[in-house]
Protein backbone atom coordinates (compact mmCIF):
# COMPACT_ATOMS: atom_id res chain seq x y z
CA UNK A 1 0.00 0.00 0.00
CA UNK A 2 2.82 2.11 0.55
CA UNK A 3 3.48 2.47 -2.83
CA UNK A 4 0.57 3.76 -3.89
CA UNK A 5 0.80 6.31 -1.22
CA UNK A 6 3.99 7.48 -2.26
CA UNK A 7 2.96 7.54 -6.15
CA UNK A 8 -0.25 9.60 -5.11
CA UNK A 9 1.55 11.98 -2.79
CA UNK A 10 4.08 12.38 -5.83
CA UNK A 11 1.63 13.10 -7.87
CA UNK A 12 0.00 15.60 -5.92
CA UNK A 13 3.20 17.57 -5.03
CA UNK A 14 4.13 17.42 -8.45
CA UNK A 15 0.86 19.56 -9.91
CA UNK A 16 -0.70 21.10 -6.85
CA UNK A 17 1.04 24.13 -5.44
CA UNK A 18 0.89 24.71 -1.74
CA UNK A 19 0.02 21.24 -0.75
CA UNK A 20 0.64 20.29 2.70
CA UNK A 21 1.53 16.47 3.50
CA UNK A 22 0.37 16.33 6.78
CA UNK A 23 2.87 13.59 8.87
CA UNK A 24 4.83 13.37 5.65
CA UNK A 25 8.29 14.00 7.93
CA UNK A 26 7.32 11.10 10.38
CA UNK A 27 9.90 8.56 10.76
CA UNK A 28 7.31 6.10 10.29
CA UNK A 29 3.93 6.19 8.95
CA UNK A 30 0.87 3.97 8.07
CA UNK A 31 1.41 2.75 4.42
CA UNK A 32 -2.31 2.81 3.60
CA UNK A 33 -3.27 6.74 4.65
CA UNK A 34 -2.58 9.70 2.88
CA UNK A 35 -3.89 12.59 4.79
CA UNK A 36 -3.26 16.34 2.89
CA UNK A 37 -3.61 19.98 3.32
CA UNK A 38 -5.08 22.06 0.61
CA UNK A 39 -4.44 25.61 0.93
CA UNK A 40 -6.82 27.74 -0.72
CA UNK A 41 -9.94 25.15 -0.72
CA UNK A 42 -12.92 24.84 1.39
CA UNK A 43 -12.97 21.51 3.22
CA UNK A 44 -16.49 21.04 2.72
CA UNK A 45 -16.75 21.86 -0.89
CA UNK A 46 -13.27 19.65 -1.78
CA UNK A 47 -15.31 16.43 0.43
CA UNK A 48 -18.48 17.17 -1.68
CA UNK A 49 -16.72 17.87 -5.57
CA UNK A 50 -14.50 14.74 -4.77
CA UNK A 51 -17.26 12.51 -4.19
CA UNK A 52 -19.38 13.93 -7.19
CA UNK A 53 -16.28 12.65 -9.20
CA UNK A 54 -16.39 9.02 -7.65
CA UNK A 55 -13.67 9.50 -5.32
CA UNK A 56 -14.13 8.58 -1.50
CA UNK A 57 -12.11 10.42 0.73
CA UNK A 58 -12.24 11.86 4.36
CA UNK A 59 -11.35 14.69 6.21
CA UNK A 60 -8.95 15.48 9.32
CA UNK A 61 -7.42 12.55 10.41
CA UNK A 62 -8.86 8.93 11.47
CA UNK A 63 -8.76 9.93 15.24
CA UNK A 64 -11.09 12.60 14.89
CA UNK A 65 -13.60 10.96 12.79
CA UNK A 66 -16.72 12.96 13.10
CA UNK A 67 -15.34 14.96 15.53
CA UNK A 68 -16.00 19.35 15.33
CA UNK A 69 -12.73 20.28 16.88
CA UNK A 70 -9.60 20.02 15.46
CA UNK A 71 -7.42 16.22 15.66
CA UNK A 72 -5.37 15.93 18.50
CA UNK A 73 -2.91 14.07 16.35
CA UNK A 74 -2.69 16.80 13.19
CA UNK A 75 -1.69 18.91 16.36
CA UNK A 76 0.63 16.85 18.18
CA UNK A 77 2.62 16.84 14.60
CA UNK A 78 2.64 20.66 14.86
CA UNK A 79 0.13 21.12 11.67
CA UNK A 80 -2.20 23.88 11.19
CA UNK A 81 -5.84 23.77 12.07
CA UNK A 82 -7.71 22.25 8.76
CA UNK A 83 -9.40 25.74 8.78
CA UNK A 84 -6.14 27.16 6.73
CA UNK A 85 -6.66 24.18 4.26
CA UNK A 86 -9.14 22.23 3.15
CA UNK A 87 -8.34 18.62 4.39
CA UNK A 88 -8.89 15.32 2.92
CA UNK A 89 -7.24 11.68 4.08
CA UNK A 90 -7.57 8.75 1.48
CA UNK A 91 -7.02 5.47 2.30
CA UNK A 92 -5.41 2.72 0.21
CA UNK A 93 -6.48 -1.04 1.04
CA UNK A 94 -6.09 -4.65 -0.76
CA UNK A 95 -7.97 -3.82 -3.80
CA UNK A 96 -6.90 -0.66 -4.34
CA UNK A 97 -5.21 -0.50 -8.40
CA UNK A 98 -2.80 1.61 -9.56
CA UNK A 99 -4.83 3.20 -12.03
CA UNK A 100 -7.45 4.33 -8.91
CA UNK A 101 -4.70 5.74 -7.51
CA UNK A 102 -3.98 7.05 -11.22
CA UNK A 103 -7.52 8.81 -11.46
CA UNK A 104 -7.72 9.73 -8.03
CA UNK A 105 -5.16 11.66 -8.31
CA UNK A 106 -6.27 13.31 -11.91
CA UNK A 107 -9.83 14.13 -10.06
CA UNK A 108 -8.20 15.47 -6.96
CA UNK A 109 -6.00 18.28 -9.35
CA UNK A 110 -9.07 18.86 -11.17
CA UNK A 111 -11.26 19.90 -8.37
CA UNK A 112 -8.74 22.13 -6.40
CA UNK A 113 -7.86 23.55 -10.23
CA UNK A 114 -11.52 24.23 -10.42
CA UNK A 115 -12.30 25.16 -6.74
CA UNK A 116 -9.10 27.80 -6.48
CA UNK A 117 -10.36 29.38 -10.02
CA UNK A 118 -13.55 29.72 -8.35
CA UNK A 119 -13.01 31.44 -5.70
CA UNK A 120 -10.18 33.53 -6.92
CA UNK A 121 -13.08 34.51 -9.54
CA UNK A 122 -15.24 35.06 -6.05
CA UNK A 123 -12.50 37.16 -5.08
CA UNK A 124 -12.72 39.99 -8.17
CA UNK A 125 -15.88 40.20 -7.91
CA UNK A 126 -17.30 37.80 -10.62
CA UNK A 127 -16.32 36.14 -13.91
CA UNK A 128 -12.76 35.08 -14.32
CA UNK A 129 -10.07 36.59 -16.96
CA UNK A 130 -10.90 35.21 -20.35
CA UNK A 131 -14.26 34.10 -20.17
CA UNK A 132 -16.75 36.44 -22.10
CA UNK A 133 -18.40 38.25 -18.60
CA UNK A 134 -14.79 39.25 -17.80
CA UNK A 135 -14.69 42.31 -20.65
CA UNK A 136 -11.49 41.34 -22.59
CA UNK A 137 -13.73 40.89 -25.68
CA UNK A 138 -12.85 37.33 -25.01
Known sequence: WSRW??????????????????????????PHLL???VPGCDQAELLVSLDMEG?????????SSGAVEPSHVLEALGEPPPDEAGTI??????????EQVRAAGDAI???VRR????????????????????????
Open 5 to 30: RRQLERSLRDRLDGLRVRGGGAPERL
Open 35 to 37: NVG
Open 55 to 63: IAVSSGSAC
Open 89 to 98: RISFGPSTTG
Open 109 to 111: VRV
Open 115 to 138: LRGASVAGAAGGAAVGTPDAGDGA
